[in-house]
C-alpha cells in the first residue's frame, strides 16, 4: 500500500553529499522549503535548528526535514582544535570522524504537499528505536564501497 501511495506521488531522492568530516567543520548548506534528510553513517554529531533543542545525531539516526529550516550540523567536542581546518575525505576511508550522508525528497505530484505540511518541522529517528534503520545503513555502507560498478550515488 505505502509502495502505491509513493509511485502515485511519484517520489524521487538525490543525494547531495555523502562525505566524511574531519577537523573543525560545519554543514550548513540548505535548500529551504524542500524536504531534504540526513544521516549519519560513522560517528556522531549535533544539529542545532533555531527554536528546538540541539540534537546529537549518532551513528544510524536519520532526519526529515519535511521543509527544510536552516539548521547546522557539527562536531561533538566542544573543545576540538579551532584552528584545524574542516577536511572532507570519501567516506568509505577508515579514519576518525564524521560520515553524513544528505539528500533531497522530490514528490513531483503537488498532492504531496499537503502530507508535508501535515508533518512536524523535523522529525528525528534514533536508529536504536527503529529496526528498519540497521538494514537501511548497511545497504548505504555496501553502495557506498561498491565503486567497481560505477554506483557513486546511492
Wanted: with cysteine; charged share 20%; hydrophobic share 40%.
Amino acid at each position: 500500500m505505502l509502495t502505491e501511495l509513493l509511485d502515485t506521488f511519484q517520489l524521487r531522492a538525490e543525494v547531495y553529499n555523502n562525505a566524511q568530516f574531519c577537523g573543525n567543520w560545519q554543514v550548513n548548506a540548505h535548500k529551504i522549503g524542500q524536504t531534504c534528510f540526513h544521516m549519519v553513517t560513522i560517528g556522531q554529531c549535533l544539529m542545532r535548528v533555531e527554536n528546538h533543542p540541539t540534537s546529537l545525531l549518532e551513528i544510524g539516526d536519520l532526519v526529515i526535514f519535511p521543509r527544510e529550516l536552516a539548521h547546522t550540523l557539527e562536531p561533538v567536542d566542544s573543545e576540538r582544535e579551532d584552528d584545524l581546518p574542516m577536511t572532507m575525505i570519501n567516506a568509505d576511508q577508515n579514519v576518525s570522524g564524521t560520515a553524513i550522508l544528505c539528500g533531497e525528497l522530490l514528490f513531483e505530484h503537488a498532492g504531496f504537499n499537503h502530507i508535508l505540511d501535515a508533518l512536524p518541522e523535523v522529525m528525528i529517528i534514533k536508529a536504536n528505536q527503529a529496526p528498519w534503520i540497521s538494514p537501511l545503513l548497511e545497504q548505504i555502507r555496501n553502495e557506498m564501497l561498491d565503486r567497481e560498478s560505477g554506483n557513486n550515488t546511492i
